[in-house]
């Protein structure tokens, strides 16, 4: 072992892709990040561009790399965590990309999973996957692209195409193509993966028209998924860990015991709890996904999921021009003693968690002529609590009660959003001293093969809470503004 061995984690995001080297003490060492355009060629539509995906996931690499490398520390493994559910299709000669990847937050196949659920067959696909039919997941998709670009899906039957989540493709390109795997995090958000058989699900492939020549092996989330080609780093680092962000998030929370509970907040808003062994099928249509898997064994979670948190405040920026920076909101919303009756329904890409309305759009109710600026941004940040506050309210009728929460994510950095978050949730909400979970997520299971960690048991011991957040808010005053909250979301259901 090398005297100052680390890992490099690669955190490839819906806005910017990072990279991190981190010590064996979790330590931040090196940190670089590229920020990339969205692209939104029609109405619901979100897409990335593939090589700018790739080209920025490569260009922090080599930057953390060198800086921790500079600093005489050895970079001995890489992990590699991402965006979940978008999906990218490549011809596996080449290696380029046949279109560009379809995001997770993209709506096109809404009618095509409208039809699915009129059929009746979001049962069956729930009690195997886990999941709920929605253009979210990757499935429908990968559908889409092979539908759509000419001789795809000739080319994709005859297994000339590879389908992979953002993870899949990096991993293909940094091993020159030697590689096409994924984890069971990631695969298990496809629609297409059978959580209790750990395996693509032959039903679920037909249901969605997907050839089992497109998919990628599933290993462990602590694994072998190749080495990277020489030329880019100067030597062959071998990736040994590889998990979906909000997996990779809540073990860089430590969610390793049944019911301890995270939410991330960054672009959208993602809570999960760990279930253990036994996968939890809700009955409020929340979702039953894999936490993590280890030698071949499964830790189960269940998950709400809402598509708009910070992208709120990212529209309140670049939309509106309200702000000029999401740190201004915090003095902004803090500058107002209530909301003036104003709710924003962020239904930008539909309403996820647990409305499941792919078609629902956004809204704002309560507006008057002495509405401005500051209005529009506490709304914005309220909508985030609120809609957190509707997970647990399923969580609860699932016979899930938990008592406190770990939060991360961009927005947490925000004292006034987290202390009205636990207002209404009446909770109490920790903030960790390291904010840069996903990617300590995805070292951590690098880590663990590499050497460098230990086991789940000693990987605990490294969590510190860097402030608490307890509730002082009356149960009336919770009620009333909740109250307003589900009557603003009822219509804009209705609509």
Request: overall charge negative; charged content about 20%; hydrophobic content about 40%.
């Amino acid at each position: 072992m090398y005297e100052k061995p680390c890992v490099l984690a690669i955190d490839q995001g819906t806005t910017s892709s990072r990279a991190i080297a981190f010590d064996g003490q979790a330590n931040i060492i090196a940190i670089a990040q590229q920020e990339f355009p969205q692209i939104y060629p029609n109405s619901g539509w979100v897409e990335h561009d593939p090589e700018i995906i790739w080209r920025s996931s490569l260009a922090a690499a080599r930057q953390a790399f060198a800086d921790a490398e500079a600093k005489g520390f050895h970079v001995v493994s890489i992990g590699v965590t991402n965006q979940r559910e978008t999906s990218i299709v490549w011809d596996r000669q080449s290696g380029q990309a046949l279109y560009n990847a379809i995001v997770w937050q993209d709506r096109r196949t809404s009618e095509f999973c409208a039809q699915l659920k009129r059929d009746n067959v979001e049962t069956e696909l729930q009690q195997k996957t886990g999941l709920l039919i929605d253009p979210y997941f990757s499935a429908s998709k990968i559908a889409w692209i092979l539908d759509h670009v000419n001789g795809a899906r000739q080319q994709a039957e005859v297994g000339k195409l590879a389908f992979g989540t953002v993870d899949c493709f990096l991993i293909n390109r940094f091993t020159n193509g030697a590689v096409h795997a994924t984890d069971a995090t990631n695969a298990c958000r496809t629609s297409l993966y059978n959580i209790h058989r750990g395996e693509w699900d032959k039903d679920m492939l037909k249901l969605f028209n997907v050839p089992a020549a497109v998919l990628p092996k599933v290993l462990n989330s602590s694994d072998d998924f190749g080495m990277t080609a020489p030329d880019i780093f100067g030597r062959s680092i071998p990736i040994y860990g590889v998990a979906g962000d909000q997996q990779a998030a809540s073990i860089g929370q430590c969610c390793f015991d049944t019911g301890t509970i995270k939410s991330t907040y960054g672009t959208g808003c993602f809570v999960l709890m760990n279930t253990g062994q036994q996968p939890v099928i809700s009955k409020n249509r929340l979702l039953t996904t894999v936490a993590y898997q280890l030698n071949g064994e499964t830790t189960y979670a269940i998950e709400g999921s809402i598509f708009v948190a910070g992208a709120a405040i990212q529209w309140l920026r670049d939309g509106l021009g309200l702000i000029a920076s999401a740190k201004d909101s915090q003095s902004m919303a803090s500058s107002l003693s209530d909301n003036s009756g104003v709710y924003l329904v962020p239904a930008f890409a539909g309403l996820g968690a647990p409305w499941w309305e792919p078609d629902a759009r956004g809204a704002i109710f309560g507006i008057t002529r002495a509405t401005g600026p500051d209005e529009f941004v506490r709304a914005a940040l309220e909508s985030v609590c609120y809609q957190t506050a509707d997970l647990f309210t399923a969580m609860a009728e699932d016979g899930i009660t938990p008592t406190s929460l770990r939060v991360d994510g961009g927005m947490v950095a925000n004292d006034w959003l987290l202390q009205f978050l636990a207002n209404v949730m009446d909770m109490n909400v920790e903030r960790p001293a390291i904010l840069e979970t996903t990617a300590l997520g995805a070292a951590y299971l690098s880590g663990m093969k590499a050497g460098i960690f230990g086991n789940f048991e000693e990987l605990a011991t490294n969590w510190r809470r860097d402030a608490e957040f307890k509730s002082s808010m009356t149960a009336e005053a919770r009620a009333h503004l909740l109250t307003g909250w589900r009557d603003a979301v009822g219509r804009v259901i209705q609509k």
